[in-house]
Each structure stands twice: as structure tokens, then as C-alpha cells.
């Protein structure tokens, strides 16, 4: 597993697609395009109830949040992904997300080898967890965050792994600069286990 992609996501804080970014664990509701209730009841999943699935009321939906644990999620979550990041838009996306053309056919081919290699990254990190909201009258997935739980320092040691999502050269080397200024504050305000007893 490429360590840049594990140290992107080495943190107990959440990574939030259609929702907001938060340090404690929550339902992430979806866009504004949807109307939910402010009184919601919601409750966290924990990683002592990591398959636990709960349901909320909303004025005009029901949401269902559980635990990914179909590949077959990740086409759809990922789209969602790319969709919170472009609006609005977010140039980090394309650090870990490259379109190599400008036509339908060279996104539709990144849009593939993003969702092909997240899938890889969750099922080659055990501490990784992906949460997805589904609406439970379409069955669509709305929402979507991936956690990491580590009992000891993720960044323990240092990584020359490259972004290798990127062909050999100057981009690469660019890539790998923007990289490593993307996470030096995590391995040093993180460096320490994110689960207490």
C-alpha cells in the first residue's frame, strides 16, 4: 500500500464527502439540497460498534448509516467523493485524483483508477473504515467518510514511497513535493496512537 495514501488518511479524523469535516464522529448529512431535521437524533459509530447501523428521521427522508463492506459501494461512493471536492472546488482533489487529458474519456478513465485504488487502499489497511449513508426510500448512497483507528504512531517511520498515480517525472516529483507539505503537520501533530483506552 502506497504510504502517501495511508499517511492521507492516518487520522481519527474523518474525511467527510457531501457533509463537513469534524473531529468527532457523526452522521454526515448530505448537501443542502436536501432538508433535514436540526433535531435529528444522532449517534456515533464506535470502533467497539463498528458494524452497528442506525436510522434518523428527517423531514422528507430516513437515512441509514452502516459500515461499507462491499467493494461494489466504492463506484458510487467515489463519485460523490469527486462531486464534494469540484463544488466547490478543492485543488487537493486533483494531488490525489489526476485527470490526464480534457475530454469525457480521460475523467471517466481517473474517475475509474481513483476508485480502483481506494478500493485497494481499504482492503490492504486494516485500520481503515469506511461509513456510508444510504436514503433509505431510493437506496442511494447520500453521504460517505472514511476513519482510521490506530493504537500506536502511524508515523513511527518515514516513507519514500512516491505518488505513484502520477507517471515518472516532473509531475510525479511536484506531486511528491505538494505531498509532503500536505502531511508534514500530521506527522507532527499526530504522532501519537488516536485511540485511548
Not at 24 to 39: G, W
Not at 88 to 115: K, N
Not at 124 to 142: A, E, R
Request: proline share 6%; net charge neutral; charged share 25%.
Amino acid at each position: 500500500m502506497p504510504r502517501y495514501a495511508a499517511k492521507r488518511r492516518r487520522t481519527r479524523r474523518n474525511r467527510c464527502h457531501t457533509g463537513v469535516h469534524s473531529s468527532e464522529p457523526k452522521i454526515i448529512l448530505p448537501s443542502s439540497k436536501f432538508q433535514y431535521s436540526s433535531k435529528a437524533c444522532i449517534q456515533a459509530v464506535s470502533k467497539d460498534r463498528p458494524s452497528e447501523s442506525l436510522q434518523l428521521s428527517s423531514r422528507t427522508m430516513f437515512f441509514h448509516l452502516q459500515e461499507v463492506t462491499s467493494a461494489s459501494d466504492f463506484s458510487e461512493i467515489i463519485k460523490l467523493e469527486w462531486r464534494s471536492y469540484e463544488d466547490p472546488y478543492s485543488p487537493l482533489l486533483r494531488l490525489f485524483f489526476p485527470i490526464f487529458g480534457t475530454d469525457s474519456e480521460a475523467r471517466a478513465e481517473s474517475l475509474q483508477e481513483s476508485t480502483d485504488r481506494q478500493i485497494k487502499w481499504h482492503e490492504s489497511d486494516p485500520s481503515s473504515h469506511w461509513i456510508k449513508v444510504t436514503d433509505s426510500s431510493s437506496g442511494n448512497i447520500v453521504g460517505a467518510a472514511n476513519w482510521n483507528f490506530f493504537d500506536e504512531n502511524p508515523y513511527s517511520t518515514e516513507s519514500d514511497e512516491e505518488c505513484t498515480w502520477f507517471k515518472e517525472g516532473e509531475d510525479r516529483k511536484m506531486a511528491n513535493f505538494l505531498m509532503g507539505q500536505f502531511l508534514t503537520p500530521r506527522t507532527t501533530y499526530m504522532a501519537k496512537p488516536h485511540v485511548c483506552e
